[in-house]
């Protein structure tokens, strides 16, 4: 069965250095998505991605934050500088579509540590 | 606005015995309603949707759920529960973007 693939499973970085979590989404999928979940908190939503541009982004998703999708596979989140507050797990998800039908399917996630 | 609620963090039922995780969401449109569940250290798995079709939704492992619109709930059911449904499972609300509910873990005791 095609799944969502995120690598690396667990990342850990220096508070103030850049960061980029890949992606890479079910093959014929054209919505992507990024979420966090910091521990113990709730999942929450980060930015949607269609058509090569951000299409949905939270009030979380600041200048800090960037997606891109740099080839025909791979889907990168890139954190310009990290903070202590960044640790979390990031999930990414990709869809068919958008609407009401849109199923997400996610990757088991990137554990972000930010020391 | 657009809210989701689980009312019970946590669940601990007895092997065999039925499973009851409870939502209620609230949303200005017709919302897609999900439930998806996270075992350790794994991704989010769908284990079902109600997309406006049919109001009792069966989804995977024995999994089910009923949408009632007047009761704005969205409760997840299973006859009989398994030892291998030790998780934290989540209702999710897709009107206005994406909205998760705080996740219920369930335990089984066996």
């Known amino acids: 069965e095609p799944e969502v693939t995120q690598t690396p499973s667990h990342q850990v970085t220096q508070m103030g250095q850049e960061v980029i979590l890949r992606c890479v989404p079910i093959s014929n999928h054209l919505y992507f998505y990024w979420y966090r979940q910091i521990l113990g908190q709730k999942v929450e939503f980060l930015v949607s991605f269609y058509n090569n541009e951000i299409s949905e982004k939270s009030e979380i998703f600041d200048d800090q934050f960037s997606v891109e999708r740099p080839d025909g596979s791979n889907f990168t989140l890139k954190i310009r500088s990290t903070k202590l507050e960044d640790s979390a797990m990031y999930f990414c998800?990709?869809?068919?579509?958008?609407?009401?039908?849109?199923?997400?399917?996610f990757g088991a996630g990137t554990r972000l540590s930010v020391l | 606005a657009q809210s989701v609620t689980q009312l019970d963090s946590h669940v601990s039922v007895s092997e065999g015995t039925p499973v009851l995780l409870r939502c209620n969401y609230s949303s200005s449109y017709s919302p897609s309603l999900f439930w998806y569940v996270q075992h350790p250290n794994k991704g989010l798995q769908l284990l079902l949707k109600?997309?406006?079709?049919?109001?009792l939704v069966k989804g995977i492992n024995g999994f089910e759920a009923e949408f009632k619109k007047s009761e704005t709930s969205f409760h997840l059911t299973k006859p009989s529960a398994h030892m291998s449904d030790a998780a934290e499972y989540f209702c999710v609300v897709r009107g206005v973007g994406v909205t998760f509910g705080t996740g219920t873990k369930l335990q089984v005791i066996p």
């Open positions: 998800a990709s869809s068919e579509a958008r609407g009401n039908v849109n199923i997400q399917y």
């Open positions: 109600y997309t406006s079709a049919a109001t």
